[in-house]
């Protein structure tokens, strides 16, 4: 089975739309980490938000947002206020315990939702 | 301050040959991640170090590839009597430690296997 499921493979949004980007994933290991990260045509990864399985409230980081339902095994990220700069690849990724006990914070990744943000 | 970096930025190789691909993470950085980024996929994780700690090298998919690290810093990775289906984009990430979630990416070198 798929670790991290990434349903949409392009996206389109009308600028200052919010858009959702879907994310599920499995893991058995109560332990947990989320991310989403961005890449833009130029190929470089960046780093947006995260989420901890033990985390109570999502994580929010300026426009970004993750809506994390554990028990639905799902990590959406949700863009407010869409901009042009925001036309990427969206990939969502796990890591699967902590530390060096935990297999080293590896991640795995899914395998991505283009956006393109219209005018 | 500098971010992480990789050399080459392109490479174009006959299929047979091997080639070495560096890694120069930010300073001070003690884990380092080495993933693949095949055409339209996501990313596929390869190896990493943390310190002075033995590498795990869960992710490497044959005996042709290996990487080291020296002084704890730069990296190489290396992939011996390439493949075609070595053509990928090869991503080199380092974080301060394995406390801290966020990876920090440097540009990719894009690998060419003819």
């Known amino acids: 089975a798929q670790k991290i499921t990434q349903t949409q493979p392009g996206m389109f949004v009308q600028e200052k739309e919010a858009v959702t980007l879907d994310c599920t994933y499995d893991t058995s290991d109560p332990s947990y980490g989320l991310f989403w990260y961005k890449q833009p045509s130029s190929g470089e990864m960046i780093f947006l938000i995260y989420?901890?399985?033990?985390?109570?409230q999502n994580a929010t980081e300026g426009r970004y947002s993750l809506n994390f339902q554990k028990a639905r095994k799902s990590a959406n990220l949700v863009i407010s206020a869409s901009q042009l700069g925001d036309s990427a690849m969206y990939f969502c990724a796990m890591r699967e315990g902590w530390g060096v006990t935990g297999g080293g914070n590896k991640l795995t990744f899914g395998t991505g939702t283009q956006l393109k943000v219209e005018l | 301050g500098a971010g992480v970096s990789q050399s080459p930025s392109n490479k174009v190789t006959e299929k047979g040959k091997d080639v070495e691909l560096r890694c120069d993470p930010i300073?001070?950085?003690?884990?380092l991640y080495w993933y693949r980024q095949s055409l339209g996929q996501g990313l596929e994780f390869l190896i990493y170090?943390?310190?002075?700690?033995?590498?795990?090298k869960s992710g490497l998919p044959s005996d042709r590839f290996s990487a080291e690290r020296t002084g704890g810093s730069v990296s190489t990775l290396t992939i011996q009597r390439t493949q075609q289906e070595d053509s990928a984009v090869y991503l080199c990430a380092s974080s301060p430690s394995l406390s801290v979630n966020e990876q920090f990416f440097g540009p990719g070198t894009r690998l060419t296997v003819l």
């Open positions: 989420q901890g399985s033990y985390d109570q």
């Open positions: 300073s001070g950085h003690t884990a």
């Open positions: 170090f943390q310190g002075n700690s033995a590498p795990d």
